[in-house]
């Protein structure tokens, strides 16, 4: 086994899988009959929705233009960046055009690509056609191989509690079983979402290089 | 599990003809048997239902595994909208009528997964529409209805010969065993399912049943 293999193994690698999510809610829900533990791998995705991206979520994706379009990932969430390039591998400005197609005729923009997007796609201005792939970095739910999302490790007890929020509700139970399963759920997704934004010592020193620094940045080397 | 079938037949004997059996009792051991299998099923069921209710498992003496049966695909798909779906012909079985069909166990592939069960066919209308908790290959399901076993998730392309194991509690049957083979019951039931067949005899025989003249005549 080499040291990749043992890191997918290991109880601390990143993602957690929907069944070890499911398994996890089941062993503090007893009570549930297996028709209803079904439910479970659904109210996961749902608490997923609530809780949120970190960087352990980014992914970055080579995609081939077609047809001045570039197809969005399905498993996409949200963009960070694009970049264009033609055949050669020279990359390409572009403006950001908002809705569907650019109305406006701008002057001095004739050299950048237009690029705007619906819910599948980006597209690319008449002055794209010499694009030939973009460079995508975005927040994408992870899949595994059987196209079923993968969960942040530090998500995981917040997803607990709010499997067991559903679970409660659905039981009907009494109010406060109700109410201490919410409580539990809000308490936990604020610390995932905070886990969500706490950079690592890397991104940390850089952010504290760039923005906290009181030391003057100019590099008199460079005039 | 210890009372052989005989040693249940002859302690309805005894306590219906209070100790003094003639020797030409009347009484014949089927009818016996036949008690002795109703009130088994009755008072088991009971028990495991009430175990099932408690949040308890089963206990595995009543449980049986029958290991790789066969998926079939239907030939006539009674509801169209279904597709064509994959059963496991459990005719041959006997399954315990137990609350919320768990008399079937458990389901699971030759590997062990667990294949969940929705006992509740109308459920699975509502887990079609949820898309992580609709059957799937990864996300097997299984209902009953009648002798057969639907499993849903495998789609119309099944390639190969699937295969599944079944764990299920089966019937107490009494009249297929010989004298000398034991009783698929637990002793704590023993003694409370040999007071319901001394009833049942009773009752039927009348409650002063008793020959103790060896005549040739039932009394």
């Not at chain 2, 057969?148 to 089966?170: C, H, M, R, W």
């Amino acid at each position: 086994m080499n040291s990749v293999e043992l890191f997918i193994d290991s109880p601390t690698k990143p993602f957690l899988n929907i069944d070890e999510i499911v398994a996890h809610a089941e062993s503090i829900i007893d009570d549930a009959d297996e028709g209803i533990k079904v439910l479970f791998r659904q109210w996961a995705w749902l608490g997923e929705q609530q809780l949120g991206f970190g960087s352990v979520n980014e992914e970055t994706k080579d995609i081939v233009v077609e047809d001045l379009s570039i197809r969005k990932p399905s498993h996409m969430a949200s963009a960070i960046d694009v970049a264009l390039f033609d055949s050669s591998g020279a990359e390409f400005q572009y403006k950001y055009q908002f809705g569907k197609k650019r109305i406006h005729n701008e002057d001095g923009s004739q050299s950048k690509i237009d690029l705007s997007e619906d819910a599948y796609f980006y597209h690319l201005g008449s002055n794209g056609s010499g694009i030939t792939h973009a460079k995508l970095r975005f927040y994408s739910y992870p899949i595994d191989e059987d196209n079923n999302p993968m969960f942040p490790n530090h998500h995981l007890f917040a997803l607990m509690m709010f499997i067991k929020w559903m679970w409660e509700l659905r039981k009907s139970s009494n109010q406060s079983a109700i109410g201490m399963a919410y409580t539990n759920w809000i308490q936990q997704s604020t610390k995932a979402k905070a886990a969500n934004k706490m950079p690592d010592q890397l991104k940390g020193e850089e952010i504290a290089k760039t923005w906290m620094s009181m030391i003057d940045k100019v590099r008199h080397y460079d005039f | 599990m210890g009372k052989t079938k005989q040693e249940l037949v002859s302690d309805i004997e005894l306590r219906v003809t209070r100790a003094k059996p003639s020797d030409d009792l009347e009484l014949e051991q089927s009818q016996v048997i036949h008690w002795l299998e109703v009130a088994a099923n009755s008072v088991v069921a009971d028990y495991l239902n009430k175990k099932l209710r408690s949040k308890k498992i089963i206990p595995p003496e009543y449980i049986e595994k029958v290991l790789a049966v066969q998926l079939n695909k239907e030939t006539a798909p009674s509801n169209t909208d279904e597709g064509i779906r994959h059963y496991l012909d459990f005719s041959s079985y006997n399954v315990m009528p137990l609350e919320m069909d768990q008399g079937i166990v458990r389901v699971s592939t030759l590997t062990g997964k667990r294949i969940n069960a929705i006992r509740d066919e109308d459920h699975l209308d509502t887990m079609k529409h949820l898309y992580f908790s609709k059957p799937s290959r990864e996300n097997l399901l299984w209902y009953r209805e009648g002798d057969e076993i639907f499993i849903q998730g495998y789609g119309n392309s099944i390639t190969t010969a699937v295969k599944l194991n079944v764990f299920y509690v089966p019937t107490i049957d009494i009249s297929s065993l010989s004298d000398t083979d034991e009783v698929q019951i637990t002793d704590d039931l023993v003694a409370i399912i040999l007071d319901v067949v001394e009833d049942m005899a009773l009752r039927q025989l009348g409650a002063d049943f008793e020959d103790l003249q060896n005549d040739g005549t039932q009394a």
